[in-house]
């Protein structure tokens, strides 16, 4: 545990590369983690390759108008299917926000988009993964299970595909070993988010976590561990202040049951 001697923060007492045998915290950032293997996360479970930044050009009385990018691209059982990675400025950006729904317009609505050729426009389907989470199996349900059967017609998921997805993304195979979703060290807390982007956090959080409760348990864990580490003094740091609609959903005791995963702030030793 190190505690930073002018404002008394703490930093996460464990480092989770050493848990799981990557060399390295920075290798961990660099090349491990959701973030990093969300396209890799994807083929795994969806079967099929996936094309990074796939360019959609805006169609505005059948002329192109500008474009968009699709971070990660695939026809999956006849859907046109882009999978977002929302970091923080998804967040905490006004400019960012408002992107973010031309883009959505113009990918959901065939008549307004075309390709490289003017060919006919597609619909889209946008899954959006927010910066906050990691692929515990909850989530996995989430993603490949509930949303793929809503919008794709078909579950996606299975256990070994599970396994297989963890193993590349956290080096591990065992679920009880997986990075906790929520925040541990970033400095892009929720205390930085705009009003619109809190607005599309709790959304968020309320859709994943109707069927999901762990997640919504693990994130407010990690919160309360991150508001331990920098003091209660500090806290609007870490959540925002006077912000009724987040206060009612923070407002929650957490249950152990839920917090099968690793979080690098917490107190007590790993042990499996």
Known sequence: MLKNSITGFVDPKHKYHKLVGIKSDAEFKKKWALQKKLKDCLEIFFEVKFEEELTVYKKNQGEKNGFFRCDN????????????????????????IHT??????????????????????RKFEICKVPYYMQLTKDYAKYLFQDWSKDRLGKSYYTDEKFTRAIKIIYNTDNENKIYAPGLHSSKATFANFNETGMQRFLKEMNEMSLNYPSIKH????????????????????????????FDKWFDLEVEEEYLDCIFPRSKKDYKF
Not at 75 to 86: K, Q
Not at 100 to 121: F, I, V, Y
Not at 218 to 245: A, M, R, T
């Open 218 to 245: 693990q994130i407010i864990h990690s919160i309360k561990l991150y508001i331990d580490d920098v003091g209660e003094n500090y806290k609007n740091l870490v959540i925002p202040e006077n912000n009724k609609d």
């Open 73 to 96: 691209y695939a026809l999956i059982n006849n859907h046109h299917v882009d999978f977002e990675y929302n970091g923080p400025d998804h967040y905490n950006s006004t400019f960012k």
């Open 100 to 121: 973010d729904k031309r883009k959505a317009e113009t990918l959901q609505d065939a008549e307004k988009n075309t390709d490289k050729d003017n060919g006919p426009g």
